[in-house]
C-alpha cells in the first residue's frame, strides 16, 4: 500500500516527542550546524534521543543540512552529516549538491531552497539520486499534479505555516539589506518591515504598509486534493514555534489527514499509534498571521497582511462602538478575562488584553486607539491555552495479549497492531482456581493494564483460567512481556531509498544564473558533469548588490493592491519599494506573471 506522511517540526527534543504524540509520523529537526533556521539547531546526541523516541511508533526523523556551503566548510559539513547518520536520522534534507557528491549511506531529500517549481527540476533531482522534492510554497494544485506526475521522487508539499514571499533559496533581500543570508540560515526577515511604495517620480503612493508580508498558510481542507494529486507527504512549518503550537496544528492535521485516508482504502499512514487529543484542535488558535491558501487555486489577490506581520489570530468580529473605557462587538463572542486582542484598522494594529467581558460589552486593559469599526482579533485564547498547557495527551499503540496458564505456569505473548511480538513465562507451580471465572476474570483485568508504557490493550484472550495466578505474578509478566515488545519495535528495521547519482541524468538548462548559487568546488562538478556549460559567479557572494535581482516572487503588489498591468492599470512607469535609505525597484514579468526586486544605489538620509 501507498503511505501517506504528516511530517512536523521540531525545534529540540521536547518538541519532537510533542510532535509525535501529537499524531506526525515524521519530524524534522536541525543539527548544531548549516540549517536554515540557525536558533533550532541540536547536538547529534539530543537527534539520537528524537530517534530513538520517534521509531518506536514507526515515526522517522528528518534532519536538517540545507544551506550553502563554502569550499572551507565542505569537511565540517560531511562530518556533521556523518555524525547525524550515526544517530539514526531517516533522511537529510540539504540544498547544497555538494552533500550529494559525499557518498552519504543516508535518504536524501531535496531542500525547498533549491526552489524547486517545475517538472524538469522534479524529474533531475530523482535521476540525480534525490528520494524526495520538497517544493516551492507558490505553486498551484495543476502545477504540483504536474510535477508529482513527471518524477519517481516522492514529493512533498508545506500545507501549513509562514511563507516566505520570494522563491525559496532564490531571495537575497535579507543579505542586500543587513549581510544575514536567508541561505545561510540567518534570515533577518525584511519582508515583514513596513515598505513605501513610491513611483518614479518620488510620489509616495502607500506608505508605512507591510507590502511584502503574505499571510500564513492552510490547506488542511485541500488535503484530499493533494493525496490525489500524488503528494506523499504534507509539511508544517515552524521549527522556532512553541511546543503548544506544535500539539495543536499537529492535531488538527492528523484528524484531517486521517479523513482522507479513511476515504481512500488503497492509502495508509506511515507510522502508528493513535493519538487522541484531551482539547478541541483549532489552528485559528495558534501563531498565525490570518489564513490563506496562497496560491493553490491559481495567481490572486488577498494574500497580504499589509497591517501588521504579526500573529492577528482569530478574527472575533468588529468594533460597534466605544464609550466609557469600553467597546462592543458587532456580535456575540466567547471572550474572556485575560484574553489577548488585536484591533486592525486603516491606521494599522494595536494589541491590548480583556480585564471584563459583559455579553458584546468588553472593557480592555487600554481603550487608546481603538476605534468603531476596526477588525478585532483574539491572538491569545486564555482558556484554550490552558488547555493545551494541561494538555496530558499520549500516543499509543494497540496490543491484544494472550494468558495462557497451567499447572506448571503462565506465559504471555503480547502482539501490537503491526505484527510485532514478545512473550514472557514464569514456570512455576500453580493450584486450581476456587473460582474459575473469577480468576478468568482477574488475568483479564491484570492484562490490560499498561500503565505509562506506550501500549494500550485492546483484546485479552485468557486460556487456563481455572489455574490461579497471583496478581503480582500476573503483573511481573506483564510488564516483561510489554518490555519485550518494546524492545521489538525499537529494533524494528526501516526501508530507506538511498539512491545512486545517474552521471546520464541532464540538468534542465546548460547555464546557471547567479541565483542557482553554486558556491564551493563539489557542487560545480555536480552541475558540470550533469550538463551544465555555464555557472556565473554565485549572487550570494557578491560584494554589491546594486542593479541586481535580489528577490523574484509569484506574488505581485500591483495585483495585491488592484493595479495589474494585465487588466488595464492606471499605475504607469517605474515603481519602487523603500525602507529607510533602502530602496528596489520593481519589475513586473506580466508574461510569467512574477515580480522582482532590483537594488538601487541607497537613498541619502533626511538631514534634521
Not at 566548510?73 to 552533500?99: P, S, Y
Not at 530507506?496 to 564551493?520: K, M, Q
Not at 558533469?529 to 550570494?540: K, Q, W
Request: glycine share 8%.
Amino acid at each position: 500500500m501507498k503511505t501517506v506522511e504528516l511530517l512536523a517540526p521540531a525545534r529540540d527534543y521536547a518538541s519532537a516527542v510533542v510532535a509525535v504524540d501529537a499524531g506526525a509520523d515524521a519530524v524534522y529537526i536541525g543539527g548544531a550546524r548549516f540549517g536554515a533556521r540557525q536558533a533550532a539547531g541540536n547536538s547529534a546526541a539530543e537527534i539520537a534521543r528524537v530517534v530513538e523516541y520517534a521509531h518506536r511508533y514507526g515515526v522517522r526523523v528528518h534532519a536538517t543540512l540545507n544551506t550553502l556551503l563554502w569550499d572551507d566548510e565542505l569537511r565540517e559539513a560531511e562530518r556533521t552529516a556523518r555524525e547525524l547518520i550515526d544517530a539514526g536520522v531517516d533522511a537529510l534534507i540539504v540544498q547544497d549538491m555538494a552533500l550529494r557528491r559525499m557518498d552519504l549511506p543516508v535518504e536524501l531529500h531535496a531542500s525547498t531552497q533549491v526552489s524547486n517549481r517545475t517538472p524538469e527540476e522534479a524529474r533531475f533531482l530523482a535521476g540525480a539520486g534525490f528520494a524526495r522534492v520538497i517544493l516551492e510554497r507558490a505553486l498551484s494544485l495543476g502545477e504540483i499534479r504536474a510535477i508529482c506526475a513527471a518524477t519517481p521522487a516522492e514529493i512533498e508539499v508545506f500545507v501549513h505555516g509562514a511563507i516566505c514571499v520570494g522563491y525559496s533559496g532564490r531571495c537575497f533581500l535579507s543579505r542586500a539589506m543587513s549581510g544575514r543570508s536567508g541561505n545561510r540560515g540567518a534570515c533577518s526577515q525584511p519582508c515583514r518591515l513596513t515598505w513605501d511604495l513610491v513611483d518614479g517620480g518620488g510620489r509616495r503612493l502607500i506608505a508605512g504598509k507591510h507590502l511584502l508580508s503574505v499571510r500564513d498558510m492552510n490547506l488542511s481542507h485541500r488535503l484530499g486534493e493533494l493525496v490525489d494529486a500524488g503528494v506523499a507527504s504534507f509539511k508544517i512549518e515552524g521549527r522556532l514555534k512553541d511546543t503548544g503550537y506544535i500539539r495543536n496544528v499537529v492535531a488538527w492535521y492528523r484528524r484531517a489527514l486521517d479523513e482522507v485516508l479513511a476515504a481512500r482504502p488503497a492509502l495508509r499512514r506511515s507510522s502508528v499509534g493513535e493519538s487522541v487529543p484531551d482539547f478541541t484542535p483549532d489552528p485559528a488558535k495558534s501563531f498565525t498571521r490570518g489564513e490563506s491558501e496562497y496560491f493553490f487555486d491559481g495567481k490572486r489577490p488577498g494574500v497580504a497582511s499589509f497591517d501588521t506581520p504579526k500573529a492577528v489570530g482569530e478574527r472575533i468580529g468588529r468594533v460597534a462602538k466605544v464609550a466609557g473605557g469600553s467597546f462592543w462587538l458587532d456580535g456575540d463572542s466567547d471572550l474572556s478575562a485575560g484574553d489577548g486582542l488585536c484591533f486592525v484598522s486603516a491606521r494599522g494594529a494595536l494589541g491590548t488584553n480583556v480585564n471584563t467581558v459583559d455579553g458584546r460589552r468588553i472593557t480592555p486593559n487600554r481603550i487608546e486607539g481603538i476605534t468603531p469599526g476596526a477588525e478585532v482579533f483574539r491572538n491569545y485564547d486564555r482558556r484554550f491555552s490552558l488547555a493545551l498547557e494541561r494538555s496530558r495527551m499520549r500516543r499509543v499503540i494497540p496490543v491484544r495479549v494472550r494468558v495462557e496458564a497451567s499447572g506448571t505456569g503462565v506465559a504471555m505473548t503480547c502482539t501490537d497492531c503491526e505484527g510485532f511480538e514478545a512473550a514472557a513465562r514464569r514456570d512455576i507451580r500453580l493450584e486450581r482456581a476456587k473460582n474459575p471465572e473469577a480468576n478468568a476474570e482477574t488475568l483479564r483485568t491484570q492484562a490490560r493494564k499498561s500503565g505509562d508504557t506506550i501500549f494500550a490493550v485492546r483484546e485479552v484472550e485468557v486460556l487456563g483460567g481455572e489455574w490461579f495466578v497471583p496478581a503480582s505474578l500476573a503483573a511481573e509478566v506483564r510488564r516483561e512481556a510489554l518490555d519485550g515488545l518494546l524492545r521489538r519495535r525499537s529494533e524494528r528495521p526501516f526501508t530507506h531509498r538511498i539512491l545512486t547519482e545517474n552521471p546520464e541524468a541532464r540538468y534542465p538548462s546548460e547555464r546557471i544564473l547567479a541565483d542557482g548559487n553554486v558556491t564551493n568546488h563539489l557542487a560545480e562538478a555536480f552541475y558540470r558533469d550533469h550538463g551544465v556549460r555555464e555557472i556565473e559567479r554565485p549572487l550570494e557572494l557578491a560584494p554589491s548588490f546594486e542593479g541586481r535581482t535580489v528577490m523574484r516572487s509569484a506574488y505581485c503588489i500591483r495585483r495585491e493592491i488592484g493595479e495589474c498591468l494585465r487588466e488595464g492599470s492606471r499605475l504607469r512607469g517605474d515603481l519602487y519599494l523603500e525602507h529607510g535609505t533602502d530602496r528596489f525597484r520593481l519589475d513586473f514579468d506580466c508574461a510569467a506573471c512574477e515580480m522582482a526586486l532590483v537594488a538601487c544605489p541607497p537613498r541619502r538620509k533626511n538631514k534634521a
